[in-house]
Protein backbone atom coordinates (compact mmCIF):
# COMPACT_ATOMS: atom_id res chain seq x y z
CA UNK A 1 0.00 0.00 0.00
CA UNK A 2 2.81 2.61 0.65
CA UNK A 3 4.78 2.07 -2.30
CA UNK A 4 1.61 2.00 -4.26
CA UNK A 5 1.21 5.81 -2.75
CA UNK A 6 4.68 6.65 -3.60
CA UNK A 7 4.54 5.68 -7.34
CA UNK A 8 1.15 8.09 -6.94
CA UNK A 9 3.53 10.25 -5.76
CA UNK A 10 6.04 10.23 -8.16
CA UNK A 11 4.09 10.63 -11.10
CA UNK A 12 1.97 13.64 -9.72
CA UNK A 13 5.41 15.23 -9.41
CA UNK A 14 6.17 15.12 -13.05
CA UNK A 15 3.11 16.86 -13.81
CA UNK A 16 2.25 20.58 -13.63
CA UNK A 17 0.17 19.69 -10.93
CA UNK A 18 -2.49 22.58 -9.30
CA UNK A 19 -2.97 23.73 -6.24
CA UNK A 20 -5.92 21.10 -5.65
CA UNK A 21 -3.40 18.56 -6.38
CA UNK A 22 -0.47 20.10 -4.07
CA UNK A 23 -2.86 19.57 -1.55
CA UNK A 24 -3.54 16.04 -2.14
CA UNK A 25 0.21 15.28 -1.50
CA UNK A 26 -1.16 15.84 2.27
CA UNK A 27 -3.95 13.30 1.78
CA UNK A 28 -1.28 10.64 0.51
CA UNK A 29 0.65 11.91 4.11
CA UNK A 30 -2.08 10.85 5.96
CA UNK A 31 -2.50 7.42 4.26
CA UNK A 32 1.02 6.60 4.77
CA UNK A 33 1.32 7.85 8.63
CA UNK A 34 -1.77 5.76 9.55
CA UNK A 35 -0.40 2.95 7.84
CA UNK A 36 2.36 3.36 9.77
CA UNK A 37 0.57 3.22 13.37
CA UNK A 38 -0.92 -0.06 12.03
CA UNK A 39 2.47 -1.53 11.53
CA UNK A 40 3.56 0.19 15.12
CA UNK A 41 0.32 -1.56 16.93
CA UNK A 42 1.57 -5.11 14.93
CA UNK A 43 5.25 -4.53 15.94
CA UNK A 44 3.44 -3.59 19.44
CA UNK A 45 1.86 -6.77 20.02
CA UNK A 46 4.91 -9.12 18.46
CA UNK A 47 7.20 -7.49 20.55
CA UNK A 48 4.55 -8.32 23.57
CA UNK A 49 4.84 -11.80 22.35
CA UNK A 50 8.11 -12.79 22.34
CA UNK A 51 8.57 -11.39 25.92
CA UNK A 52 5.72 -13.79 27.03
CA UNK A 53 7.72 -16.64 25.44
CA UNK A 54 10.87 -15.41 27.20
CA UNK A 55 9.45 -15.44 30.40
CA UNK A 56 7.79 -18.81 30.13
CA UNK A 57 10.65 -20.02 28.59
CA UNK A 58 13.66 -17.99 31.11
CA UNK A 59 17.07 -18.74 29.38
CA UNK A 60 19.72 -16.33 28.57
CA UNK A 61 19.23 -16.37 24.73
CA UNK A 62 15.21 -15.91 25.15
CA UNK A 63 16.59 -13.02 27.29
CA UNK A 64 18.90 -11.69 24.95
CA UNK A 65 16.30 -12.26 21.80
CA UNK A 66 13.06 -10.34 23.45
CA UNK A 67 15.92 -7.34 24.47
CA UNK A 68 16.65 -7.51 20.57
CA UNK A 69 12.65 -7.22 19.91
CA UNK A 70 12.63 -3.88 22.62
CA UNK A 71 15.57 -2.30 20.85
CA UNK A 72 14.27 -2.72 17.82
CA UNK A 73 10.91 -1.17 18.76
CA UNK A 74 13.31 1.50 20.16
CA UNK A 75 15.54 2.03 17.45
CA UNK A 76 12.40 2.68 15.00
CA UNK A 77 10.66 5.23 17.65
CA UNK A 78 14.07 7.12 17.84
CA UNK A 79 13.73 7.35 13.33
CA UNK A 80 10.28 8.43 13.86
CA UNK A 81 11.09 11.01 15.72
CA UNK A 82 13.67 12.38 14.48
CA UNK A 83 11.96 12.66 11.22
CA UNK A 84 8.59 14.14 13.11
CA UNK A 85 11.02 17.13 14.27
CA UNK A 86 12.54 17.28 10.63
CA UNK A 87 8.68 17.48 9.53
CA UNK A 88 7.92 20.50 12.35
CA UNK A 89 10.59 22.23 10.98
CA UNK A 90 9.78 22.15 7.72
CA UNK A 91 6.32 23.21 8.20
CA UNK A 92 7.61 26.53 10.41
CA UNK A 93 9.69 27.51 7.20
CA UNK A 94 6.90 27.13 4.92
CA UNK A 95 5.38 30.01 6.83
CA UNK A 96 3.64 27.95 9.24
CA UNK A 97 0.18 26.29 9.69
CA UNK A 98 -2.77 27.91 7.05
CA UNK A 99 -5.45 29.14 8.77
CA UNK A 100 -8.09 26.70 5.93
CA UNK A 101 -6.24 23.72 7.42
CA UNK A 102 -3.81 23.51 10.39
CA UNK A 103 -2.08 20.30 9.49
CA UNK A 104 -0.82 22.26 5.99
CA UNK A 105 1.68 24.80 5.69
CA UNK A 106 0.94 27.64 3.79
CA UNK A 107 3.90 27.97 1.08
CA UNK A 108 3.19 24.33 0.04
CA UNK A 109 4.55 24.97 -3.71
CA UNK A 110 7.79 27.10 -2.82
CA UNK A 111 10.59 24.80 -4.04
CA UNK A 112 13.88 27.30 -2.81
CA UNK A 113 12.38 26.64 1.04
CA UNK A 114 13.07 22.85 -0.11
CA UNK A 115 16.20 23.08 -1.53
CA UNK A 116 17.78 25.33 0.74
CA UNK A 117 17.32 23.45 4.37
CA UNK A 118 17.39 19.61 2.84
CA UNK A 119 20.17 21.06 0.25
CA UNK A 120 22.06 24.20 0.77
CA UNK A 121 21.75 24.02 4.93
CA UNK A 122 22.75 19.91 4.41
CA UNK A 123 19.74 18.13 6.21
CA UNK A 124 19.40 15.84 3.15
CA UNK A 125 22.43 14.50 3.85
CA UNK A 126 22.07 14.10 8.09
CA UNK A 127 18.68 12.20 7.13
CA UNK A 128 21.19 9.77 4.17
CA UNK A 129 23.00 9.32 7.29
CA UNK A 130 20.41 8.57 9.91
CA UNK A 131 18.77 5.93 7.66
CA UNK A 132 21.83 4.27 7.20
CA UNK A 133 22.53 4.09 10.41
CA UNK A 134 18.67 3.00 11.64
CA UNK A 135 19.05 0.19 9.05
CA UNK A 136 22.90 -0.74 9.95
CA UNK A 137 21.18 -1.03 14.10
CA UNK A 138 18.29 -3.09 13.08
CA UNK A 139 19.85 -5.53 10.99
CA UNK A 140 22.27 -6.08 14.08
CA UNK A 141 19.68 -7.01 15.71
CA UNK A 142 19.05 -9.43 13.36
CA UNK A 143 22.42 -11.10 13.22
CA UNK A 144 22.47 -9.04 10.11
CA UNK A 145 21.15 -11.74 8.77
CA UNK A 146 20.18 -11.64 4.37
CA UNK A 147 16.90 -12.43 4.25
CA UNK A 148 16.15 -10.08 6.98
CA UNK A 149 18.34 -7.24 4.83
CA UNK A 150 16.12 -8.45 1.81
CA UNK A 151 12.71 -7.51 3.65
CA UNK A 152 14.00 -4.26 5.10
CA UNK A 153 12.43 -1.52 3.14
CA UNK A 154 14.65 1.46 4.77
CA UNK A 155 17.48 1.76 2.50
CA UNK A 156 19.50 4.95 0.97
CA UNK A 157 18.53 3.45 -2.75
CA UNK A 158 20.80 3.90 -5.88
CA UNK A 159 20.23 6.52 -7.89
CA UNK A 160 18.49 5.63 -11.27
CA UNK A 161 20.75 6.10 -14.34
CA UNK A 162 17.64 8.52 -16.01
CA UNK A 163 17.92 10.69 -13.25
CA UNK A 164 20.72 13.58 -13.10
CA UNK A 165 20.83 13.93 -9.60
CA UNK A 166 24.08 13.25 -8.47
CA UNK A 167 23.32 12.51 -4.75
CA UNK A 168 20.49 10.80 -2.60
CA UNK A 169 19.35 13.97 -0.93
CA UNK A 170 19.31 15.80 -4.53
CA UNK A 171 17.32 12.78 -5.74
CA UNK A 172 14.98 13.10 -2.57
CA UNK A 173 14.82 17.02 -2.04
CA UNK A 174 16.31 19.07 -4.85
CA UNK A 175 13.64 21.58 -6.26
CA UNK A 176 11.02 19.61 -4.46
CA UNK A 177 7.40 21.79 -3.90
CA UNK A 178 7.14 21.73 0.11
CA UNK A 179 3.89 19.41 -0.41
CA UNK A 180 5.50 17.07 -2.42
CA UNK A 181 8.16 16.15 0.76
CA UNK A 182 5.51 15.67 3.28
CA UNK A 183 4.99 11.73 2.30
CA UNK A 184 8.65 11.80 1.33
CA UNK A 185 9.00 11.56 4.68
CA UNK A 186 6.17 10.05 5.63
CA UNK A 187 7.43 7.16 3.69
CA UNK A 188 10.64 6.60 5.24
CA UNK A 189 8.44 6.62 8.72
CA UNK A 190 6.81 3.87 7.44
CA UNK A 191 9.76 2.40 5.38
CA UNK A 192 11.37 2.09 9.46
CA UNK A 193 8.33 0.50 11.20
CA UNK A 194 7.99 -2.27 8.30
CA UNK A 195 11.62 -2.82 8.62
CA UNK A 196 11.75 -2.65 12.60
CA UNK A 197 8.93 -5.53 11.65
CA UNK A 198 10.98 -7.57 9.96
CA UNK A 199 13.93 -7.81 12.80
CA UNK A 200 11.09 -8.69 15.27
CA UNK A 201 9.93 -11.52 13.39
CA UNK A 202 13.52 -12.71 12.84
CA UNK A 203 13.51 -12.29 17.10
CA UNK A 204 9.91 -14.55 17.36
CA UNK A 205 11.64 -17.64 15.50
CA UNK A 206 14.94 -17.28 17.41
CA UNK A 207 12.59 -17.68 20.74
CA UNK A 208 11.96 -21.24 22.01
CA UNK A 209 7.97 -22.05 23.06
CA UNK A 210 6.52 -22.66 19.80
CA UNK A 211 5.44 -25.81 21.02
CA UNK A 212 3.50 -25.76 24.54
CA UNK A 213 6.56 -27.98 26.41
CA UNK A 214 9.98 -27.69 24.87
CA UNK A 215 11.74 -30.76 25.54
CA UNK A 216 15.07 -30.87 26.01
CA UNK A 217 15.64 -33.89 28.36
CA UNK A 218 15.69 -37.11 28.41
CA UNK A 219 15.69 -40.61 30.02
CA UNK A 220 15.22 -44.20 29.19
CA UNK A 221 11.66 -45.32 30.00
CA UNK A 222 10.54 -48.97 30.76
CA UNK A 223 7.05 -50.29 30.57
CA UNK A 224 6.37 -53.85 31.15
CA UNK A 225 3.22 -55.45 29.55
CA UNK A 226 2.58 -57.53 32.60
CA UNK A 227 3.07 -56.56 36.18
CA UNK A 228 2.74 -60.56 37.59
CA UNK A 229 4.99 -63.22 36.52
CA UNK A 230 5.12 -66.42 37.96
CA UNK A 231 8.45 -68.71 37.15
CA UNK A 232 9.01 -70.21 33.44
CA UNK A 233 6.76 -67.04 31.90
CA UNK A 234 8.61 -64.63 29.94
CA UNK A 235 9.04 -61.01 30.30
CA UNK A 236 7.82 -58.58 27.93
CA UNK A 237 8.25 -54.95 28.07
CA UNK A 238 8.61 -51.53 25.80
CA UNK A 239 11.62 -49.80 26.09
CA UNK A 240 11.45 -45.72 24.81
CA UNK A 241 13.03 -42.81 25.02
CA UNK A 242 11.08 -40.60 27.56
CA UNK A 243 11.59 -36.58 27.07
CA UNK A 244 10.63 -33.85 29.56
CA UNK A 245 11.02 -29.86 29.66
CA UNK A 246 13.96 -29.28 32.46
CA UNK A 247 13.00 -25.59 32.44
CA UNK A 248 8.88 -25.49 32.04
CA UNK A 249 7.35 -25.77 35.39
CA UNK A 250 3.73 -26.39 33.81
CA UNK A 251 3.02 -30.07 34.12
CA UNK A 252 0.87 -31.52 37.32
CA UNK A 253 0.43 -34.80 37.55
CA UNK A 254 -2.14 -36.08 39.84
CA UNK A 255 -3.05 -39.90 40.78
CA UNK A 256 -6.75 -40.66 41.89
CA UNK A 257 -7.30 -37.19 42.28
CA UNK A 258 -3.85 -36.86 44.62
CA UNK A 259 -1.00 -34.42 43.36
CA UNK A 260 2.22 -35.41 43.07
CA UNK A 261 5.31 -33.90 43.03
CA UNK A 262 7.26 -33.72 39.91
CA UNK A 263 11.23 -34.12 39.84
CA UNK A 264 13.23 -34.32 36.89
CA UNK A 265 10.21 -34.82 34.32
CA UNK A 266 9.24 -37.75 36.90
CA UNK A 267 6.56 -38.57 39.32
CA UNK A 268 6.63 -41.07 41.73
CA UNK A 269 3.93 -42.81 42.84
CA UNK A 270 3.69 -45.31 45.59
CA UNK A 271 0.63 -47.29 47.23
CA UNK A 272 0.19 -50.06 49.42
CA UNK A 273 -1.04 -53.47 48.10
CA UNK A 274 -4.02 -54.18 50.13
CA UNK A 275 -6.45 -56.80 49.53
CA UNK A 276 -6.60 -59.19 46.47
CA UNK A 277 -7.22 -58.70 42.81
CA UNK A 278 -6.53 -56.27 40.26
CA UNK A 279 -6.17 -52.52 41.17
CA UNK A 280 -6.73 -49.26 38.77
CA UNK A 281 -5.73 -46.30 39.54
CA UNK A 282 -6.32 -43.14 36.88
CA UNK A 283 -3.90 -40.44 36.14
CA UNK A 284 -4.20 -37.11 35.21
CA UNK A 285 -1.68 -34.82 33.42
CA UNK A 286 -2.34 -31.10 33.39
CA UNK A 287 0.16 -29.01 30.98
CA UNK A 288 -0.57 -25.69 31.27
CA UNK A 289 0.22 -23.29 28.15
CA UNK A 290 3.09 -20.95 29.61
CA UNK A 291 1.94 -17.97 27.22
CA UNK A 292 -1.39 -18.50 26.96
CA UNK A 293 -2.39 -20.07 30.65
CA UNK A 294 -4.56 -22.37 29.15
CA UNK A 295 -4.80 -25.87 30.22
CA UNK A 296 -5.00 -29.22 28.37
CA UNK A 297 -6.08 -32.53 30.51
CA UNK A 298 -4.78 -35.89 29.93
CA UNK A 299 -5.99 -39.04 31.37
CA UNK A 300 -5.68 -42.91 31.29
CA UNK A 301 -6.59 -45.21 33.65
CA UNK A 302 -3.87 -48.15 34.71
CA UNK A 303 -3.92 -51.24 36.81
CA UNK A 304 -1.75 -53.82 38.35
CA UNK A 305 -2.70 -57.35 40.33
CA UNK A 306 -2.06 -57.78 43.74
CA UNK A 307 -2.17 -61.95 44.77
CA UNK A 308 -0.84 -63.51 47.81
CA UNK A 309 1.55 -65.82 49.13
CA UNK A 310 0.62 -69.52 49.44
CA UNK A 311 -0.42 -69.93 52.65
CA UNK A 312 -3.99 -70.29 53.76
CA UNK A 313 -5.96 -71.32 56.67
CA UNK A 314 -9.36 -72.75 56.16
CA UNK A 315 -11.58 -72.53 59.20
CA UNK A 316 -13.87 -76.07 58.71
CA UNK A 317 -16.45 -74.82 61.56
CA UNK A 318 -17.46 -71.97 59.56
CA UNK A 319 -17.41 -72.86 56.08
CA UNK A 320 -21.39 -72.19 55.47
CA UNK A 321 -23.40 -70.61 52.42
CA UNK A 322 -26.58 -69.51 53.56
CA UNK A 323 -29.74 -70.28 51.43
CA UNK A 324 -31.01 -66.72 49.89
CA UNK A 325 -28.59 -64.55 50.22
CA UNK A 326 -25.49 -63.83 48.23
CA UNK A 327 -22.54 -65.17 50.09
CA UNK A 328 -19.33 -63.05 48.53
CA UNK A 329 -16.04 -64.85 48.50
CA UNK A 330 -12.50 -63.94 47.43
CA UNK A 331 -10.52 -66.32 45.71
CA UNK A 332 -6.90 -66.06 44.37
CA UNK A 333 -4.27 -68.78 43.21
CA UNK A 334 -0.78 -68.03 44.17
CA UNK A 335 1.53 -67.51 41.06
CA UNK A 336 -1.71 -66.99 38.84
CA UNK A 337 -3.26 -63.85 37.34
CA UNK A 338 -7.06 -63.39 38.85
CA UNK A 339 -8.35 -63.54 34.66
CA UNK A 340 -6.61 -67.11 34.77
CA UNK A 341 -8.42 -68.84 37.65
CA UNK A 342 -11.23 -70.98 37.33
CA UNK A 343 -13.89 -71.10 39.78
CA UNK A 344 -17.14 -73.40 39.89
CA UNK A 345 -19.34 -74.54 42.38
CA UNK A 346 -21.52 -78.27 43.06
CA UNK A 347 -24.31 -77.74 44.77
CA UNK A 348 -24.13 -73.73 44.64
CA UNK A 349 -24.18 -71.74 41.77
CA UNK A 350 -20.87 -69.46 41.59
CA UNK A 351 -20.88 -65.67 39.75
CA UNK A 352 -17.77 -63.73 38.84
CA UNK A 353 -17.59 -60.14 40.03
CA UNK A 354 -14.20 -59.37 38.28
CA UNK A 355 -11.05 -59.08 40.04
CA UNK A 356 -11.24 -62.30 42.76
CA UNK A 357 -14.29 -61.46 43.56
CA UNK A 358 -17.09 -63.94 43.47
CA UNK A 359 -20.85 -64.48 44.83
CA UNK A 360 -22.13 -67.94 45.31
CA UNK A 361 -25.80 -68.66 45.83
CA UNK A 362 -27.36 -71.69 47.06
CA UNK A 363 -31.15 -73.10 47.28
CA UNK A 364 -31.33 -76.25 49.25
CA UNK A 365 -29.58 -77.54 52.51
CA UNK A 366 -26.42 -79.53 52.23
CA UNK A 367 -23.89 -80.80 54.04
CA UNK A 368 -21.55 -81.51 50.78
CA UNK A 369 -21.33 -78.50 48.59
CA UNK A 370 -17.84 -77.94 47.01
CA UNK A 371 -16.69 -75.06 45.10
CA UNK A 372 -13.09 -75.74 42.87
CA UNK A 373 -10.45 -73.72 41.60
CA UNK A 374 -8.23 -74.05 38.69
CA UNK A 375 -5.00 -72.32 37.73
CA UNK A 376 -2.71 -72.99 35.85
CA UNK A 377 -1.14 -76.56 37.16
CA UNK A 378 -3.40 -76.74 40.51
CA UNK A 379 -7.02 -77.56 41.09
CA UNK A 380 -7.89 -77.88 44.49
CA UNK A 381 -11.73 -78.52 46.03
CA UNK A 382 -13.40 -76.86 49.04
CA UNK A 383 -16.17 -78.53 51.07
CA UNK A 384 -18.85 -76.23 52.47
CA UNK A 385 -21.85 -76.54 54.21
CA UNK A 386 -25.26 -75.21 53.05
CA UNK A 387 -27.87 -74.31 55.67
CA UNK A 388 -30.99 -72.21 56.21
CA UNK A 389 -30.89 -68.12 57.55
CA UNK A 390 -30.94 -69.09 61.12
CA UNK A 391 -34.42 -68.76 62.98
CA UNK A 392 -34.77 -64.38 63.35
CA UNK A 393 -35.94 -63.19 66.56
CA UNK A 394 -39.83 -61.93 67.40
CA UNK A 395 -40.05 -59.11 69.08
CA UNK A 396 -43.18 -56.01 69.51
CA UNK A 397 -42.38 -53.48 67.57
CA UNK A 398 -39.19 -54.21 66.63
CA UNK A 399 -37.75 -53.66 70.03
CA UNK A 400 -39.11 -55.68 72.92
CA UNK A 401 -39.41 -59.50 74.28
CA UNK A 402 -42.13 -60.56 76.65
CA UNK A 403 -42.09 -58.24 79.28
CA UNK A 404 -44.31 -55.37 81.30
CA UNK A 405 -45.11 -52.27 79.49
CA UNK A 406 -47.40 -49.04 80.27
CA UNK A 407 -50.37 -49.08 78.09
CA UNK A 408 -49.40 -45.80 76.16
CA UNK A 409 -46.24 -47.29 75.06
CA UNK A 410 -47.84 -51.06 73.92
CA UNK A 411 -50.42 -48.96 72.31
CA UNK A 412 -47.87 -47.06 70.32
CA UNK A 413 -46.29 -50.20 68.51
CA UNK A 414 -47.83 -51.32 65.45
CA UNK A 415 -47.06 -54.66 65.34
CA UNK A 416 -44.74 -57.18 65.33
CA UNK A 417 -41.25 -58.27 64.11
CA UNK A 418 -38.89 -60.42 63.44
CA UNK A 419 -35.18 -59.72 63.64
CA UNK A 420 -31.82 -61.17 63.21
CA UNK A 421 -29.65 -60.00 65.32
CA UNK A 422 -25.85 -60.90 64.60
CA UNK A 423 -26.63 -62.18 61.26
CA UNK A 424 -23.83 -60.48 59.03
CA UNK A 425 -25.96 -60.82 55.92
CA UNK A 426 -28.21 -58.47 54.16
CA UNK A 427 -31.68 -60.30 54.58
CA UNK A 428 -34.77 -59.67 56.07
CA UNK A 429 -37.85 -61.94 57.34
CA UNK A 430 -41.57 -60.92 56.77
CA UNK A 431 -44.17 -61.89 59.42
CA UNK A 432 -46.67 -63.33 57.71
CA UNK A 433 -49.06 -63.64 60.47
CA UNK A 434 -49.72 -64.27 64.53
CA UNK A 435 -52.74 -64.84 66.92
CA UNK A 436 -54.00 -62.46 69.12
CA UNK A 437 -55.46 -63.30 72.56
CA UNK A 438 -56.51 -60.57 74.72
CA UNK A 439 -56.83 -60.99 78.60
CA UNK A 440 -58.58 -58.05 80.06
CA UNK A 441 -58.11 -57.99 84.14
CA UNK A 442 -60.96 -59.70 86.36
CA UNK A 443 -62.12 -61.07 83.14
CA UNK A 444 -62.11 -64.30 80.16
CA UNK A 445 -59.81 -63.94 77.83
CA UNK A 446 -61.39 -62.91 74.44
CA UNK A 447 -61.14 -65.65 71.50
CA UNK A 448 -57.98 -66.31 70.05
CA UNK A 449 -57.98 -63.51 66.94
CA UNK A 450 -56.05 -64.68 63.68
CA UNK A 451 -53.74 -61.67 62.71
CA UNK A 452 -52.10 -61.46 58.72
CA UNK A 453 -49.08 -59.89 58.38
CA UNK A 454 -46.89 -58.07 60.52
CA UNK A 455 -48.83 -55.17 61.36
CA UNK A 456 -51.93 -54.83 64.11
CA UNK A 457 -55.08 -55.03 62.05
CA UNK A 458 -58.90 -56.31 62.65
CA UNK A 459 -59.79 -57.16 66.11
CA UNK A 460 -55.87 -57.17 66.67
CA UNK A 461 -55.70 -53.88 66.78
CA UNK A 462 -58.81 -53.14 68.58
CA UNK A 463 -57.39 -55.31 71.35
CA UNK A 464 -54.03 -53.57 71.34
CA UNK A 465 -55.87 -50.35 71.50
CA UNK A 466 -58.27 -51.25 74.99
CA UNK A 467 -54.69 -51.82 76.97
CA UNK A 468 -55.05 -50.58 80.52
CA UNK A 469 -53.33 -52.13 83.51
CA UNK A 470 -53.54 -55.18 84.72
CA UNK A 471 -54.70 -56.36 81.30
CA UNK A 472 -52.65 -59.44 79.47
CA UNK A 473 -51.50 -59.91 75.44
CA UNK A 474 -50.31 -63.09 73.88
CA UNK A 475 -48.95 -63.00 70.95
CA UNK A 476 -49.09 -67.05 69.84
CA UNK A 477 -48.04 -69.13 66.06
CA UNK A 478 -45.48 -66.31 64.98
CA UNK A 479 -45.14 -67.04 61.26
CA UNK A 480 -42.27 -65.77 58.96
CA UNK A 481 -40.99 -66.45 56.11
CA UNK A 482 -37.05 -65.54 55.53
CA UNK A 483 -34.95 -65.73 51.90
CA UNK A 484 -34.80 -69.04 50.49
CA UNK A 485 -37.70 -70.46 52.88
CA UNK A 486 -40.40 -71.92 50.92
CA UNK A 487 -42.63 -72.19 53.44
CA UNK A 488 -43.20 -70.13 56.76
CA UNK A 489 -41.16 -70.98 60.17
CA UNK A 490 -43.47 -70.59 63.27
CA UNK A 491 -41.21 -68.71 65.85
CA UNK A 492 -43.44 -69.27 69.07
CA UNK A 493 -45.13 -66.56 71.41
CA UNK A 494 -45.05 -63.62 72.77
CA UNK A 495 -46.52 -62.56 76.28
CA UNK A 496 -46.88 -58.63 77.59
CA UNK A 497 -48.88 -57.41 80.76
CA UNK A 498 -49.76 -54.18 81.14
CA UNK A 499 -48.41 -51.87 84.44
Known sequence: MINLMYLVLTALLALNVSAEVMNAFFSLDKGMRSSMD???????????AIAKVAEA???????????????????????????DDVRTHLMEIAKGP?????????????????????????????IEAKVRETRQKLLALAENNAEVAAKMPLDVEPIPSNIKAKTWPEMKF??????????ILAKMQADAKSSAAAALNYCAKKVSGEEE????????????????????????????????????????????????????????????????????????????????????SYTKEFEYEVGQRSVAVQLEKMNVFYIGVPNPIAVSAAGSSFNSVKVSGNG????????????????TPSNDATITVSAEGVSQTFHFRVKRI??????????????????GEFKAQGGIAAMLDNFDFEAKCDVVGFVTTYLAKRQDPSPPTPNAGARFNGPSAEYVQKAKPGDAYFFDDI???????????NLGGLTFRIK
Open 390 to 407: PDPTPKLGAKYLSCSLGN
Open 174 to 183: KQMPVAACFP
Open 38 to 48: IVQKSNDKQAE
Open 213 to 296: VRLDSYEPVVSARKSYLISGETYEADVFLGAYSSTADNIKVYVGGSYIPMDQGKAHYKASASGLGVKKYTVKIDVVNPLTKDVK
Open 348 to 363: VNVESNGGGKYTVTAN
Open 479 to 489: KVKCPGDSNPR
Open 57 to 83: YDSPENKKWAENAKMALQISDDFVKYI
Open 98 to 126: SEADPSIPVDIRNKDVTTNYFINEKKGEE
